[in-house]
């Protein structure tokens, strides 16, 4: 006789877990992510039946079919079947395709939801089970098929008309942002201005000062003339206290992380890129050896939601007042400012146990899994924490009927920053707060202080997240696949951090500008993650959704394919012939940089081993002054171009020897 209960989950990391917390009557087998997909069938390869409304083919992945069979033979030996894939729409949608491919009962097959792996949480989702929910089904259906469709159909095109790899949905809308900045910094003109800065005696403390306008704006003089006149005008003048403010003010800290904001701390603090962060916290939240099996660390890594459950906000208070005292106790931050989409059953990314500290269980984790826990344990424990209470002191000075400014601060009570320095340094600027308007300027110095306008600054991987969620466009969970991707098809390069578009990619990003204004509108895609929404609530429907896109999309491409011009981009050679087949070795870009190889590929697959592409200084480049002439080779021969490609495009041709 078989066990009575068979459990099946994405990642077979848990299985050992799982089968620990729930005993000898339950088995644990693992899918390993997807079992099948839409096929790569039917008209113009998409898998999908448009005629038949959209109909999607489905596939088995040819890698799953042995693990399939033997879910198969599994779950027939089974009384019962739970479906413990993980808590989100892919997840869903993961359920629903094994209930279908193993003939289980989609109505009535158990769906089991939990999001973190701890004992306590895996018996309460196996306590209260539910099946499973077929309006986030229909939702990341829609959002698949939506994704093969554009996909597909505009790869196939860049690639016969431009030679671009690939386009998609939410990543070419992505790739605009970048190239759209790089043409705001190359149009920035730099506008030089000088201020008026100084330090005034008081009480034998030097504050800083600096000249005002009426709403507290720093004084902008466009000539070092005009500001030293000023200065000259005021030498001899007396310098009063004309008010002093003080303020007690509330520094509040922020809630727990969710997806996009991890991402942009692990990035900022670390230099983690998303993809390395979301590999690490997968790991933590599939646990760790502590010593006595594996101990799930964090709660589920994606997600948008802030709130906490009743019982760890307990925990974690009972923690603060133990370790900090009870003055440091605060308020629990549950709810999440001006999202209206938010998955009220998921949680935030917190510690499963909040008396695992850092500290405790450092040895058992590899350096960079001790940075990530680290973070997001103070994060959680700041986030129900008081607040920093201060006082800012505001002096504002009299010269001749100029204003000059002074601010400082000084901590009352530190509150959550307490445990923040543990993440991050803060400073505050403070002076003496005992400073009054009967209080005499003993002296005082200016100064000219020479700045400049600054130009756009690129996006770094944390400021392309940030903006992505700001704008709504594409979900905590593709965030990383989508900036990879990018790099991939060397539509950007990295730049000390910085996206710079190559390229290739703004001709991609201007081709499809040009033929697809609403697949490459912000709003547009931001309003189909909304409808996509709505779907998962129940609010609107796949069909309409799909039919409404594809009737202006179907017209697009037919326009594009008929009027857009084929550019053929000559390949650049080293003027070398391949040893084997004698055909002239082209420059080739690759996952881990460029190398020569034949250009009778796939024919002959000869690669240069050692590329060592000559880059020889010239001179200063005339257009831009900061960047140097390298000489380059194309198939026509040599010339100089410079070095700050493609930030400058400027060449010349070598002169004939």
């Not at 790089?182 to 005034?200: A, D, R, T």
């Not at 909040?354 to 986030?383: G, M, N, V, W």
Request: charged share 30%; net charge neutral; aromatic share 10%.
């Amino acid at each position: 006789m078989g066990y009575m209960k068979l459990v099946i989950i994405e990642s077979p990391n848990k299985s050992k877990t799982i089968m620990k917390y729930l005993g000898s009557d339950y088995h644990v087998l693992a899918s390993y992510g997807h079992i099948r997909d839409l096929a790569i069938s039917g008209e113009k390869n998409l898998g999908v039946d448009i005629q038949d409304d959209f109909k999607p083919i489905y596939e088995i992945d040819n890698k799953k079919k042995s693990i399939l069979n033997r879910l198969k033979a599994e779950s027939e030996k089974a009384n019962e079947v739970y479906l413990a894939t993980d808590p989100d729409r892919e997840g869903e949608a993961i359920s629903w395709h094994l209930a279908e491919v193993l003939n289980l009962d989609v109505a009535t097959t158990k769906r089991v939801e939990y999001h973190e792996l701890t004992k306590h949480a895996i018996h309460e989702a196996f306590e209260h089970p539910r099946t499973i929910n077929m309006n986030l089904v229909r939702s990341q259906e829609t959002r698949r098929i939506l994704d093969r469709i554009i996909g597909f159909e505009l790869s196939t095109l860049l690639k016969k008309k431009i030679s671009s790899p690939s386009a998609g949905r939410v990543q070419s809308v992505v790739l605009k942002l970048i190239v759209e900045k790089e043409q705001e910094i190359n149009h920035f003109q730099k506008e030089v201005y000088y201020l008026i800065h100084g330090v005034v005696s008081i009480k034998n403390q030097d504050i800083p000062i600096k000249l005002i306008d009426k709403d507290e704006n720093e004084i902008h003089f466009q000539s070092q003339d005009e500001a030293q006149q000023w200065i000259q005008q005021l030498k001899k003048k007396p310098m009063v206290i004309e008010n002093v403010v003080n303020e007690q003010k509330s520094h509040f800290s922020k809630p727990v992380h969710i997806t996009s904001t991890l991402q942009q701390d692990a990035y900022n603090l670390y230099h983690f890129d998303s993809k390395k962060t979301m590999r690490i916290a997968q790991k933590l939240y599939e646990g760790v050896d502590l010593g006595n099996g594996n101990v799930g660390l964090i709660t589920y890594m994606r997600t948008d939601s802030v709130r906490i459950s009743p019982q760890f906000i307990n925990q974690a208070k009972k923690q603060i007042e133990e370790v900090y005292g009870k003055e440091y106790v605060g308020i629990a931050k549950i709810a999440n400012k001006n999202k209206t989409q938010v998955q009220d059953a998921h949680e935030g990314i917190r510690p499963t146990d909040i008396t695992l500290t850092p500290e405790s269980i450092e040895s058992k984790l590899t350096k960079d899994e001790a940075k990530l826990y680290r973070l997001i344990y103070y994060r959680t424990l700041c986030s129900m924490m008081k607040e920093e209470t201060y006082n800012q002191t505001k002096v504002y000075f009299n010269c001749n009927g100029n204003i000059f400014y002074a601010v400082g601060e000084k901590t009352i009570f530190d509150g959550f920053t307490k445990v923040y320095q543990k993440i991050e340094k803060t400073k505050r600027e403070s002076f003496k707060m005992d400073i009054t308007k009967e209080d005499a300027v003993e002296n005082f110095k200016l100064q000219i202080k020479e700045s400049e306008t600054k130009a756009p600054s690129r996006y770094n991987e944390a400021k392309l997240i940030q903006t992505m969620e700001r704008l709504g466009i594409g979900r905590p969970s593709t965030y990383a696949m989508i900036i990879d991707t990018l790099k991939v098809r060397n539509y950007v390069e990295l730049e000390k951090g910085y996206f710079l578009p190559t390229e290739q990619g703004i001709m991609t990003t201007s081709k499809l500008e040009e033929y697809f204004k609403d697949i490459m509108d912000v709003e547009y895609t931001s309003q189909m993650e909304t409808k996509l929404d709505e779907i998962a609530n129940g609010e609107n429907d796949k069909l309409s959704t799909l039919s409404n896109f594809y009737k202006v999309f179907e017209k697009d491409i037919e326009a594009a394919y008929e009027n857009m011009e084929v550019v053929k981009k000559e390949p650049q050679t080293n003027g070398q012939l391949c040893p084997n087949c004698g055909k002239p070795l082209v420059l080739r870009k690759g996952r881990y940089g460029s190398f020569y190889a034949c250009s009778g590929y796939p024919e002959c697959k000869y690669i240069l081993k050692e590329t060592p592409i000559e880059e020889t200084e010239v001179r200063p480049c005339p257009k831009c002054h900061t960047g140097h002439l390298v000489v380059r080779k194309s198939r026509y021969g040599s010339f100089y171009a410079c070095s700050n490609y493609p930030k400058c495009n400027y060449v010349e041709k070598k002169a004939s020897k």
